[in-house]
């Protein structure tokens, strides 16, 4: 090969390997998110479908069995997304039923794999399953964007966080690896290997970026002076309570200290002293005592609305932590505060 060959060959699989690496990373990191799961599958299957196209461009004759396991992996990466999405959308039962749906889909697959394996039914694989993955990429595409929008229509407004949003990066990333994929044909087929890796890299940088900025936060808060003046305190609590009661800003169920003072132009250290001591609560406490205020509201509402739902609709991500928070906040189950106050 020549020296521009080795190049395409180094940056097309440079992608794959730290995709391994990074799911790696996400499998075994202890302080894990709920959704690390799934992006760690994802990220798993992007590195097989990237890995066996850069062994193709480069091997036209590559073994069939390499083939057909790059194109099962492509047939699960679009449910894969849309899984990673609506863990952070749906409600725990949900989620549930999504899962028991995606893995009778995997297993159906690798099945199909094992009965019509590549080298005995060329036409099956080059033409159905092939085709077959794309548009299933690109549905469970169009389905995840749709629903991380609708979740969160009012995030989408403010263009400064947009980007470091990890599923807005994750999806934006798969529409323009599905879209070089999609158009190989009047570019070049190497080109959704080079822009994984290009996608890859600029999430780190950004990641890297974020976590700059936070830090940087951190050490110019630390050296200030924590003692509110009586005009902040009176200032921030106006903000506050302007973005609980008009935004609504903790149904985000993803809402941060530091996020939350963004939006107040504070520091998180200042929104820190003002909610320890002016409404006496840690920021976990406050966010929790507003969903359970909003919660109680819904149970008595709404009687026929699911528990989970209301779990939902009032910032919490998981059942279990309601449940806990509510008892916490009331000494009754959610169940028990409906039929009494009904």
Known sequence: MSVSSHLLFFFS?????????????LLLKKDKQYTDNWLAILLILLSVRIGKSVAFYFTPTLDKSILQLGLTACLLIGPCILAYVAQSTLNNLTMKRLTITLSCFTIATVITGILFPYQDYLALWQYWIYRGSSYLWLISLVVASVMYARKNTYKLALSKQLLTQQP???LAGSWLIWTAYFTASYT?????????????????LLALKSKWQEKASTTQSK???????TEQTTRFSNLLNNLIETE??????????PRLAKR?????TQLSQLLNDHYQMNFKQFINTQRITKAKESLKTYPEMP?????ERCGFSASSTFYSTFKQQTGMTPNQYRTTEI
Do not use: C, R, W
């Open 264 to 268: 107040m132009s504070a520091t998180h």
């Open 248 to 257: 609504q800003v903790y149904l985000d169920p993803q809402l941060t200290l």
């Open 13 to 25: 699989s440079l992608g794959a390997f730290n995709g391994l690496l990074l799911a790696l990373f």
């Open 168 to 170: 807005v990066v994750v």
């Open 223 to 229: 050296y200030q002076n924590n003692k509110l003046s």
């Open 188 to 204: 070049s087929y190497i080109m959704g290997a080079l822009s994984f890796s290009l996608v890859l890299y600029l999430t780190l």
């Open 307 to 311: 528990v989970e739902e209301v779990a």
